[in-house]
């Protein structure tokens, strides 16, 4: 039976082309790359309430409810109104990685998966990966298929069939918004490796892609307008937590409004939105699933 008085809900963005989220300007080799967690170099999306405000039709009434006053549209001699909704950051579940055999794979990592069995209160699977050993040469998969390696990028790791990885890969593949033919790879395709390997994975097989400007009266490069850009390759499986504020719980003394995260996920589950930058050129295009079995 669906839970009529919802206090949060894990929603699932698959990525259905690249996504640069950026930081800013850097004086990297990369000009503009993506965010990041500080700690862990794992990639991060902020700014999901305004995504979400700019791509979804509410009626204003709940609009304001869910994320509060417009900025662009309030008065200044009036108080604003807080939403009554808070939304996490984006963090990252699988990152696609090529395979010789498969074109490519997911990877991801304990303390990712650990995160997200969390949220959505999975505590016997996250106790079972708690207890897992990898050392920096094995990588844990679904399926073996008789094969002792496998190869991630140019990386060569022992590969050690794990059944836990196919429980989690089961309920991840059931909470992804994309096409059988993707969720049966998903099934699957999933590879487990440790913390280390992992940020070192998402920080070097990202896509860096350069940029140019053209000079609109010669029709040429523009003098100094060749940068380079950090994206997020397609088939990125992220997710963020949307839930109830406690100015929503004060809120709710003497009135109802314990539909205020249903009226939400029913307008973003199988949603497709844009988030980060480039939106005119085809990037930040996400497919949005709220789990289910939370």
């Not at 589950?269 to 085809?282: F, H, P, Q, S």
Request: charged share 25%.
């Amino acid at each position: 039976m669906e839970n009529k008085n919802l206090e949060k809900v894990v929603v699932t963005m698959y990525a259905e082309s690249q996504i640069h989220a950026g930081k800013g300007m850097d004086v990297g080799i990369v000009d503009l790359p993506i965010q990041r967690e500080r700690t862990t170099g794992f990639p991060i999306i902020q700014g999901i309430k305004g995504s979400l405000r700019s791509n979804l039709a509410f009626e204003k009434g709940t609009e304001v409810l869910i994320f509060g006053s417009d900025p662009s549209t309030s008065d200044e001699n009036k108080e604003s109104t807080p939403g009554q909704i808070a939304f996490s950051e984006a963090k990252i579940l699988l990152f696609p990685v090529r395979h010789l055999e498969k074109l490519f794979v997911w990877v991801t990592s304990p303390l990712v998966l650990i995160r997200f069995l969390r949220e959505i209160g999975k505590a016997v699977l996250i106790e079972k990966i708690q207890n897992l050993n990898i050392d920096d040469e094995t990588a844990f998969v679904i399926g073996a298929e008789g094969q002792n390696e496998i190869m991630l990028e140019d990386f060569k790791f022992k590969a050690v069939k794990n059944e836990t990885l196919k429980e989690v890969a089961e309920i991840i593949s059931k909470n992804v918004a994309t096409v059988d033919y993707i969720k049966n790879k998903l099934k699957t395709d999933i590879v487990l490796v440790n913390d280390k390997i992992f940020s070192a994975i998402v920080e070097t097989m990202t896509e860096i892609i350069p940029r140019i400007k053209i000079d609109k009266n010669t029709g040429t490069i523009a003098t100094g307008a060749l940068w380079y850009e950090e994206y997020l390759p397609q088939d990125t499986v992220m997710y963020f937590v949307a839930r109830k504020t406690l100015y929503a719980n004060r809120k709710a003394q003497g009135t109802d409004n314990s539909d205020i995260l249903d009226e939400l996920k029913t307008k973003i589950d199988n949603a497709v939105i844009n988030i980060g930058g480039k939106e005119t050129v085809g990037k930040g295009l996400v497919a949005l699933k709220v789990v289910n079995g939370q």
